[in-house]
T-cell receptor
Framework: DSGVTQTPKHLITATGQRVTLRCSPRSGDLSVYWYQQSLDQGLQFLIQYYNGEERAKGNILERFSAQQFPDLHSELNLSSLELGDSALYFC??????????FGEGSRLTVL | AQTVTQSQPEMSVQEAETVTLSCTYDTSENNYYLFWYKQPPSRQMILVIRQEAYKQQNATENRFSVNFQKAAKSFSLKISDSQLGDTAMYFCAPYYGGSQGNLIFGKGTKLSVKP
């Protein structure tokens, strides 16, 4: 158990819809990272937050947005969903030199 | 752009034997960290081993060890006495900090351990 909690574990929705993925970091971690893993691919970095502030941005689409709340949990919002957005979305936390602890992921299927 | 290359998309090894997974990366940074993560069929991302670039000594964690060649920008993972539970995707991931403060993952190597 990494200590990082992601909900929901599975989500099925239709094209054009909007979904919200939620992440609670490990106790004491201020950083939250979001990654996208498409089928049989590596993990693509989307965005990082540190103590409520956006710290780094990767290849995140404009249709996607994220935020980190005062209690340090984070949400990733995906809108105007397309078939190609189907993927496993990971949240990770960790403040020690890149050592990240990953949640179990949220599997999104867009039909 | 920082790149990570894992040149072996798939590998297989017999149980109890040794296998080495390769990784090269490209950076102009001097201080950074390197990681190997494992992703079994459950899809959970599990940290295998960590190496600080300023350390010359190669990291070791039980049956897992690395061969870190800083000048060559090479970071290979050796798995000794392979076990069936080692079957997984393995990802090499440098971490540079600062504005690049995130792990950059390679495409992965799919390792199958055969009985």
């Amino acid at each position: 158990d990494s200590g990082v909690t992601q909900t929901p574990k599975h989500l099925i929705t239709a094209t054009g819809q909007r979904v919200t993925l939620r992440c609670s970091p490990r106790s004491g971690d201020l950083s939250v990272y979001w990654y996208q893993q498409s089928l049989d691919q590596g993990l693509q970095f989307l965005i990082q937050y540190y103590n409520g502030e956006e710290r780094a941005k990767g290849n995140i689409l404009e249709r996607f947005s994220a935020q980190q709340f005062p209690d340090l949990h984070s949400e990733l919002n995906l809108s105007s969903l397309e078939l190609g957005d189907s993927a496993l979305y990971f949240c990770a936390s960790g403040d020690r030199g890149g050592e990240l602890f990953f949640g179990e992921g949220s599997r999104l299927t867009v039909l | 752009a920082q790149t990570v290359t894992q040149s072996q998309p798939e590998m297989s090894v017999q149980e109890a034997e040794t296998v080495t997974l390769s990784c090269t990366y490209d950076t102009s940074e001097n201080n950074y960290y390197l990681f190997w993560y494992k992703q079994p069929p459950s899809r959970q991302m599990i940290l295998v081993i960590r190496q600080e670039a300023y350390k010359q000594q190669n990291a070791t964690e039980n049956r897992f060890s690395v061969n870190f060649q800083k000048a060559a920008k090479s970071f290979s993972l050796k798995i000794s006495d392979s076990q069936l539970g080692d079957t997984a995707m393995y990802f090499c991931a440098p971490y540079y900090g600062g504005s690049q403060g995130n792990l950059i993952f390679g495409k992965g190597t799919k390792l199958s351990v055969k009985p």
